[in-house]
Each structure stands twice: as structure tokens, then as C-alpha cells.
């Protein structure tokens, strides 16, 4: 009788299996169009801008609920002057600080260009068609919180020329806050749309001066990276 044995199945020689690819693997970003570099998200594209795709999305629904937030405020306000300081000598609050009195203003914002009433509600709703335009195209928070203020500043007392007397487009703005003294003598009478106004203008000039554009981009980093 033979000794020897048959190999036994774990002698056998295994058939080599095909390495599998790493699902965790992430794919590398397509190269720069003339470089053997890929484009990462702070690099510019073949225009000279940021890639579409890197950028924060649009803010179009953020300034949408600002806007419609401030603006329900203004009317309300508004409406509760009138209701209650028509005929009423100013209402001293927090020990002289501020003053609530119904102030009928034909002019701008703390009563600034008065007798120019359908003049201003031309550029009150040139304001507003220009801040929706450039709503399309808005992706910086910043921003959108500005523009949202400035926006329902410029419809709360537009509002007010369009509906109330004497008449269309000659409306008189409702105004109810003085501060540090009766009648406007320290500082004109203002509403909540004026002081949405200034707010939102305000914040859109600091954005400008530390460089940050509407678009989600940086004026300073554009102009760190073509100096170079």
C-alpha cells in the first residue's frame, strides 16, 4: 500500500481574487483646466472666480423671512400707534428716554426731505426692485441679513405712502418714537422701518469695508491671490 496520501483541500494552491476598491475612498477633484493640479474648493476656477459649486448656497430665503419679519413688525407697531397716541400728548417711558407720540411725516426717514413725498416713494420702490434683483445672486449671510432690513424698511414706508391719506403715492408715514426729549427736538420721530433701514445699511456698510461681497466671496482674499 502506497503512504502516500492525496493533498488535502487547504494544500491546494487558491485562485488570486482581484483587490477590491476602498468604498471610503473619496474621488479626486478633476484637474484645473492647463495645470496637473486639482481644483480644491478655495482655488479659482478657469474664469478667474470661485467655482459655483464651492460657494454657500443663496440666501434668497433668509432675506425673504427677515424682510417678512420686520415688515409684519412696522405694521403692527404701526397700527397700534394710531389706536392709541392719536390726540394724546407724548407718553413719557423709561424715565425720559424715550417718548411715544403719533408724528404724521410726509418726507424720508426721521423726517428728513419733507414735501417730497411721491419722489420718495419712486425711490422706495426702486430700492425694493433693485434688492430683489440682486437677491438672485446673494449668498452671504451677512448680507442677506442687511439687505433683508434695509428691504422691509424701504416696503413699511412705502406701505404708508401708497394706502394712507392724504392720498397714492402721498401718503404720510406713520412715526411714534422720540428719543431724550418730546416733539423730535433731540433726534427727529422714527418708526421701526426707519430704524431698519439704518440698521441694515449699516451692517452692509461693514461687510463692504472688512471685504465681504454679496456673492460669499472675499474682495481681501481675491487680492491676496493675484498678488502673488
Request: cysteine-free.
Amino acid at each position: 500500500m502506497s503512504s502516500e496520501h492525496p493533498g488535502r483541500p487547504e494544500d491546494t494552491a487558491r485562485p488570486a481574487t482581484p483587490a477590491q476598491p476602498d468604498a471610503t475612498a473619496q474621488p479626486e477633484p478633476p484637474a484645473r483646466p492647463g495645470s496637473d493640479q486639482p481644483a480644491g474648493p478655495d482655488q479659482p476656477d478657469s474664469a478667474g472666480g470661485v467655482d459655483d459649486t464651492d460657494r454657500p448656497p443663496r440666501r434668497i430665503a433668509l432675506i425673504g423671512l427677515v424682510a417678512l419679519v420686520v415688515l409684519a413688525l412696522d405694521v403692527a407697531t404701526k397700527v397700534l400707534a394710531t389706536a392709541t397716541l392719536e390726540g394724546r400728548a407724548p407718553v413719557e417711558v423709561l424715565g425720559g428716554l424715550v417718548y411715544l407720540q403719533l408724528v404724521r411725516n410726509p418726507g424720508a426717514a426721521f423726517s428728513m426731505a419733507t414735501g417730497m413725498t411721491w419722489l420718495l416713494t419712486i425711490v422706495a420702490m426702486a430700492v425694493v426692485v433693485a434688492i430683489v434683483w440682486l437677491a438672485r445672486r446673494l449668498r452671504s449671510t451677512g448680507w442677506a441679513i442687511g439687505l433683508g432690513l434695509v428691504l422691509a424698511g424701504a416696503l413699511g414706508n412705502l406701505v404708508d405712502r401708497i394706502f394712507r391719506a392724504p392720498g397714492p403715492l402721498r401718503g404720510h408715514v406713520v412715526d411714534f418714537v422720540s428719543v431724550f426729549a418730546p416733539n423730535g427736538d433731540v433726534w427727529p420721530v422714527f418708526n421701526v422701518a426707519d430704524s431698519a433701514i439704518v440698521v441694515g445699511a449699516a451692517l452692509i456698510v461693514l461687510l463692504s469695508l472688512l471685504g465681504r461681497d454679496y456673492d460669499g466671496t472675499s474682495s481681501r482674499r481675491r487680492a491676496r491671490g493675484s498678488g502673488r
